[in-house]
């Protein structure tokens, strides 16, 4: 397959990932890779981001905001003791534990939240 780079090189859901082997779940998207495991949930940051990589434990986390958007959404996972950025009207949320995507990483998304979901629900 042809890599656009109109199309954000975003891949979705490849649980081959010779990266991650034991990931649950990993999405490249346009700022950066989810990674979702059992126990924990990665987030790998493109170089040209201001903020850092980073490994949230699935006990840390509350909950995952999701918005598939008209051309890019975004996922942003809800971390105790971090405030969430809200966007505006016009904008999306754009914090440490956001990442966005584009219409073709909208069923990796998915599927990541999903998983993490499932995961806070035990």
């Not at 006990?59 to 942003?76: E, F, K, N, P, S």
């Not at 950025?85 to 904008?91: I, K, M, N, P």
Request: a negative charge; hydrophobic letters at 35%; aromatic letters at 6%.
């Amino acid at each position: 397959m042809v890599n656009f780079p109109w199309r954000g090189g975003e891949t979705g859901g490849d649980h081959a990932d010779p990266e991650h082997p034991d990931a649950v779940v990993v999405c490249s998207f346009q700022d950066g890779t989810l990674v979702v495991h059992e126990d924990e949930v990665v987030i790998e940051r493109v170089p040209r981001s201001k903020f850092a990589g980073k490994t949230i434990p699935m006990a840390d986390l509350r909950g995952v905001d999701y918005a598939g958007g008209i051309t890019v959404g975004y996922i942003q996972l809800e971390q105790r003791g971090v405030d969430a950025d809200e966007g505006g009207l016009l904008s999306d949320p754009v914090d440490e534990n956001t990442l966005h995507f584009t219409r073709s990483g909208r069923a990796c998304a998915e599927e990541a939240r999903d998983a993490i979901l499932s995961r806070l629900s035990e």
